[in-house]
């Protein structure tokens, strides 16, 4: 193989194209991708755990634990000159959430909502998930992930670990990495309160697998209605796609599903459109509750006007295939079911850092356990993102850890705010930046016997709210900046892409889901099912 | 739902639209997509058979058994106004073989090489696989293909069907469809000689479903090979990727895969660099034996430049998970095995196209049988592609039949023709616009007396042969027009790129293919894996 000949030959190419607007671009992702030279800046090219130690040098390790807003968002910020970020995560790739609902509809490609986190410059990755975590001697097990399909092994062994969280992946070798300091990024798991059959047959809308999931189920549900014995009772059945939960994923899902049906799929399947019927379930009085209550009757009024149909105060008791239960109507038949209504602890927190552990240091003997937050079961930490440790021989004793931190989804604040990735994000950015900080004035402290600088001296954590933004379908769209000060309409639309194409995080994916908006808005969206 | 209010207004944006090119393009697709607005060639909106058969008119129905290069390609040209196609396919796309290669290895998106059959104007769409032939009373019986996901339906039932014959889907209900005309193009399969472990663990690339599943194992050979915790061995097995057979699809299958290596996961992966291997077996003295031998020679050439070991004069015995095992060099260790050997005939022509049968008419007494070509096991035509009848009391009366076609893969010309998509995609154009000629005088016969018009009396079907052409990788191809007229290198690869261009099949595909192509010039492939 020769590593960089033709690589070299298109960055050469680039460099030379006399076109302005596309050598511009090409400037700015090639930056992107090659980075500075300073060597610790050069991605890691670690064979094994040994190289991955030579190659820490004086820097301390930071073990981020997940590769979502907050881990993703962490691990490309912390400063590679003096931190040497480790990611743990089953899923080698960030997903970009408020692209999913797009992708699931065929809106935008899977690729544009993904960034690898392979690519973050001075980064490494473990693909696996954490098993157990040696706070005294600041040690991590894990379990490396591994596919094991019977097409490639023969025998496809274990895979209850694979199904319970989603992904094809088995367990494989174990592995002990030290740390200096460990950050809990793992996010939340779907709330399902439950309800039978949530979890088998209802789809969530949380990762691209689901998003492919959904799609491949939304166009099999049109595939089997336009079969010529298809009963008139079962096409209504297949085309009654059910959504519950009026949050933000399940509105835009809906809306995305909407435009989808009336811009494609009743050109294909002209002879279908009358069958067709989108319901959102809410147990609430009313859907998009963390909005302004005037935006959320707009877009009711948008549904209404779409034919979306709004079932608030209504109650899920029980899913099974073909048909959801609510406790007001009964059995409603369905094609299929996309469930989010919120989220829940991830049984790691709950589980492995559940347990007591012995600590290090003089005046810290005993055992100690984490803080947790009582209702959502979520890791107490400080201003400054510090997990808190409680004695348990002083249960009044509670000291913050310098060691492990936790943001994201996991992590609750003393004044709590909602489990966003606008939070989790702000969490990760303000994360890095205060430990580059405090490393640099480390590194840059004159006298040895100079005290030692620690983040509890740096400004803390405050949040900043950027508002909140939902898609309601052809073209419309609601922004809530709070304060009663809110945008609805087109306008809001404009902003709504605008918000996302910016916030999208490489300039290759901000490119090419721009292309793609223009391929749909040309000549329509991907209806192939495959 | 309301039906077209978004679509028009795209439409009339479109039309508005100052942006030249934009526009013109815009216009172009909108023909394509809106066709003429004679009342025949509205696309059919069929509920049940009953409709069908009302929309019928005074028109031959023509059933297609199969949408590849054979059966889309005729499904598109026949005409509506004189024909009512009626397409019998599993799969309701159309791949366009040649880019399987390029959307494996994640070149192209999975969209760019499929076709949506339910977007010919005028045709009709049943998805499900013949099932049985009446030639006497002209009726098809079809099994419908439905998907029956435990996640959907609770009970997944009997999945045999499906995994035969590489789909997902299992039998649903059985129809029953009269034809005037049928045409068979139902393709053939991969020939596996019956090598052990062929079927069971080795890759095939005849649909886009097998582009996937070899993208999602190579990948994860990247992935495991990537653990920190991986032996030495073990990583040099998973990167070894090996393609059996040297024609052109396994070669350039095996250029992509480098060009993808070189030119993205070694950017990646750096530390995997030295450990990837692609080996082309085959058992024939030398590759390509399609191409005339200098070029030939410039194809090993140029793979013995880019590191791709070429084991010619070499057999498979076995393939198992992790080993492919020839008779000269015994088990090799490997990630993956493509296979890639050629073709064997389709079971539905051996098995049920395989009785014998009585057809109507007054000299047509007794049992018949279709005439097959003993070799390939395909449907013996003539040279208008009608399919050969003998009867079984005569052994030596041989009728042609001119209700019965047989087109693509499993036709067999009296001169032999290789089963290739370009045959295919001539003797469905040659049929098209005979059967398109044949009706259209028909139906401006003067007298009722005057004889019958038959497609006897038009001109036999001649292949007028295109060439052969094969990506090599690193911007290099070979084009071979025969009669020692062949052109290899750089040239040859604008030729290739040019004549996959043009020759893809919709406006809306060639225009993404341009902005992929760019894409991926730019910024590269897509490596996630998911």
Not at 489 to 494: L, T
Request: hydrophobic share 40%; proline share 4%; glycine share 8%.
């Amino acid at each position: 193989m020769q590593l960089g000949v033709t690589g070299a030959a298109r960055s050469g190419m680039v460099a030379c194209g006399g076109w302005r607007v596309g050598s511009k671009l090409a400037t700015t992702i090639l930056r992107e991708t090659s980075q500075s030279h300073h060597p610790s800046r050069i991605r890691a090219r670690f064979f094994s755990l040994e190289s991955l130690d030579k190659e820490k040098g004086n820097r301390e390790r930071v073990i981020i634990l997940g590769s979502g807003w907050a881990g993703y968002g962490l691990a490309r910020s912390l400063d590679p000159d003096y931190y040497q970020p480790v990611i743990v995560t089953p899923r080698t790739y960030f997903v970009f959430t408020p692209l999913l609902a797009s992708t699931a509809v065929g809106t935008l490609e899977f690729r544009n909502a993904i960034e690898s986190t392979r690519l973050i410059p001075g980064s490494s990755v473990i693909r696996g998930w954490a098993e157990d975590v040696d706070m005294k001697n600041k040690k991590l097990t894990i379990q490396s992930a591994v596919e094991r399909r019977l097409k490639d092994y023969g025998n496809a062994g274990e895979v209850e670990r694979g199904k319970a969280t989603g992904y094809d992946l088995v367990g494989g070798e174990k592995l002990e990495v030290t740390w200096d300091k460990m950050v809990v990024a793992v996010g939340s798991f779907s709330q399902t309160f439950n309800i039978p059959g949530v979890k088998e047959y209802a789809y969530f809308l949380k990762d691209i697998t689901d998003a492919r999931a959904i799609r491949r189920r939304l166009l099999e549900c049109f595939e089997e209605a336009a079969l010529p014995t298809a009963p008139e009772e079962r096409k209504k059945q297949l085309l009654h796609f059910a959504i519950v939960g009026g949050g933000p994923t399940g509105v835009e899902f809906g809306a995305e599903l909407h435009d989808l049906i009336t811009e494609d799929l009743n050109r294909i399947y002209p002879w279908l459109k009358d069958y067709v019927k989108i319901t959102i379930f809410d147990v609430a009085p009313r859907i998009l509750t963390a909005f302004d209550e005037k935006l959320g009757k707009y877009a009711e009024k948008q549904f209404a006007r779409s034919k979306i149909e709004v079932l608030t105060n209504h109650a899920v008791e029980k899913i099974e295939p073909g048909y959801i239960h609510t406790k007001e109507e009964g059995a409603i038949p369905v094609g299929m079911v996309v469930w989010s209504t919120g989220l829940k602890a991830n049984p790691f927190v709950t589980n492995h850092l559940g347990k007591t552990f012995e600590i290090s240091g003089e005046d810290r003997k005993g055992e100690w356990e984490l803080v947790k937050n009582p209702r959502t079961k979520g890791l107490q930490v400080d201003n400054h993102l510090r997990t808190q440790l409680r004695s348990k021989t002083d249960e009044n004793k509670i000291i913050p850890s310098d060691a492990l931190y936790a943001i994201g989804d996991c992590a609750n604040l003393p004044n709590p705010l909602p489990a966003t990735a606008q939070v989790a994000n702000q969490e990760a950015q303000y994360l890095a930046s205060t430990l580059n900080a405090v490393a640099k004035r480390e590194k840059n402290r004159s006298y040895v016997t100079a005290p030692v600088i620690s983040i509890a001296n740096e400004k803390p954590f405050a949040f900043k709210n950027l508002g909140v933004m939902a898609y309601l379908g052809s073209w419309r769209a609601i922004s809530d900046f709070g304060h009663h000060k809110g945008l609805s309409g087109h306008a809001a639309w404009v902003l709504w892409r605008t918000a996302y194409l910016t916030k999208s995080q490489s300039w290759k994916n901000r490119f090419l889901i721009t292309c793609q908006w223009f391929i749909n808005w040309a000549i329509g969206r991907d209806i192939n099912r495959f």
